[in-house]
Antibody, heavy 121, light 107 residues
């Protein structure tokens, strides 16, 4: 059974940093692209970032480019999101989602339960 | 970037009624369009892949159609458990995007 468990969400100050983690199990983690998708309170879904399952290709939404860094440790079956220079508009539930294939360009077949990031002074 | 526009944004529907949700892309995306269901306080769940392909375990009353720029999610004979927000998602480009969502309420 595929499981994705996010952690690391917390209250952070504007300009601060947080690191989110997504622990994966139930599939061969290294073979699949992994994604972060966020949802601001009462709002819709917004794609944030993707790390490919083949090679080290990463992709970012313009809204986070230069501030967020996605990484993965295939030996630990874990995806990370380093979030720097946080802004109030980054407040959201952050979901980890598995892609159907190794590259960006697939649907998301499994989602975690999400972790809440709140940016406020 | 490709913008996906869903309509309507809200729909109040009687059980057993048919529901139709549309998703229009700002440029052609072939069949790289997928649908998700998100119930309150839950994470999204995949309903339909590649515009019209069914997903194992998803009730057969859910179906999708379309290609290019215009897509439709249909729920035949709505059930109370279908109360949720539905999102379309395009995977055609290196910058995936979602529609703004359609909330379906049961009357």
């Amino acid at each position: 059974e595929v499981q994705l468990v996010e952690s690391g969400g917390a209250l952070a100050q504007p300009g601060g940093s947080l690191r989110l983690s997504c622990a994966a199990s139930g599939f061969t983690f290294s073979l699949f692209a992994m994604n972060w998708v966020r949802q601001a309170p009462g709002k819709g879904l917004e794609w944030v970032s993707t790390f490919s399952g083949s090679g080290d290709t990463t992709y970012y939404a313009d809204s986070v480019k230069g501030r967020f860094t996605v990484s993965r440790d295939n030996s630990k079956n874990t995806l990370y999101l380093q979030m720097n220079s946080l802004r109030a508009e980054d407040t959201a539930i952050y979901y980890c989602a598995k892609s159907y294939g190794a590259y960006i360009g697939y649907f998301f077949d499994y989602w975690g339960q999400g972790t809440l990031v709140t940016v406020s002074s | 970037d490709i913008v996906l526009t869903q309509s309507p944004e809200f729909q109040s529907v009687t059980p057993q009624e048919k529901v139709t949700i549309t998703c229009r892309a700002s440029q052609s995306i072939g069949s790289s369009l997928h649908w998700y269901q998100q119930k309150p306080d839950q994470s999204p769940k995949l309903l339909i892949k590649y515009a019209s392909q069914s997903i194992s375990g998803v009730p057969s009353r859910f179906s999708g159609s379309g290609s290019g720029t215009d897509f439709t999610l249909t729920i035949n004979s709505l059930e109370a458990e279908d109360a949720a927000t539905y999102y379309c998602h395009q995977s055609s480009t290196l910058s995936p995007s979602f529609g703004q969502g359609t909330k379906v309420e049961i009357k």
